[in-house]
């Protein structure tokens, strides 16, 4: 069946980078583009991003341009998200999610467990 | 950015009753692209509804969506214990998606 594992708790100082990691598998990642969507503790839904897996385009939100970057590896069916210039803010759930479509970019459908991040100093 | 705003806030309701939550969007979602999720303490979100009102795999009938250019409704008919949850709306029709801030669905 087809399933996102993501990377574990990431505790962070301000001004630091991290970089969260999505596993896929059940199915080929180069298929489907793969978005990215964080929630800060009790609060709502916000979209980052997506990736297009098969070549490696993106697509960001306006307000991460800048400080996000989302890459791949195909080869072991990996995604990524690295955040950088960290600020207590960006103290979040991160979520990889899969889109429903194949070949195109439309919303989120599977979704990762998601990865916490914490921001403190 | 389209901008979506969801009310209620909170519903409160009792399992077997219905109910109804709005979305409305700030400018016309192109394609009806606009998605309901549900959402669990703890958990990821699952999807509900794509394009107005497709059901996702697996999505029970009880769930239904509707509403067209700026006004999108979810309805759920005889709740069930299950489905007290926050529901967010989501917008795809433009480049950059975008949510609502939620309807918390609780027991009365």
């Known amino acids: 069946q087809v399933q996102l594992v993501q990377s574990g708790a990431e505790v962070k100082k301000p001004g630091a980078s991290v970089k969260v990691s999505c596993k896929a598998s059940g199915y080929t990642i180069t298929g489907y583009y793969m978005h990215w969507v964080r929630q800060a503790p009790g609060q709502g839904l916000e979209w980052m991003g997506w990736i297009d897996p098969n070549n490696g385009g993106t697509n960001y939100a306006q307000k991460f341009q800048g400080r996000v970057t989302m890459t791949r590896d195909t080869s072991i069916s990996t995604a990524y998200m690295e955040l950088s210039r960290l600020r207590s803010d960006d103290t979040a759930v991160y979520y990889c999610?899969?889109?429903?479509?194949?070949?195109?970019?439309?919303?989120?459908?599977?979704w990762g467990q998601g990865t916490m991040v914490t921001v403190s100093s | 950015e389209i901008v979506l705003t969801q009310s209620p806030g909170t519903l409160s309701l009792s399992p077997g009753e219905g109910a109804t939550l709005s979305c409305r969007a700030s400018?016309?979602?192109?394609?009806?692209?606009l998605a309901w999720y549900q959402q669990k303490p703890g958990q990821a979100p699952r999807l509900l509804i794509y394009g107005a009102s497709n059901r996702a795999t697996g999505i029970p009938d009880r769930f239904s969506g509707s509403g067209s250019g700026t006004d999108f409704t979810l309805t759920i008919s005889r709740l069930e214990p299950e489905d007290f949850a926050v529901y967010y709306c989501?917008?795809?029709?433009?480049?950059?998606?975008?949510f609502g801030q939620g309807t918390r669905l609780e027991i009365k």
């Open positions: 989501q917008q795809y029709g433009s480049s950059r998606i975008t």
């Open positions: 400018q016309s979602i192109s394609n009806n692209y």
């Open positions: 999610a899969r889109d429903l479509e194949v070949v195109t970019a439309t919303l989120p459908d599977i």
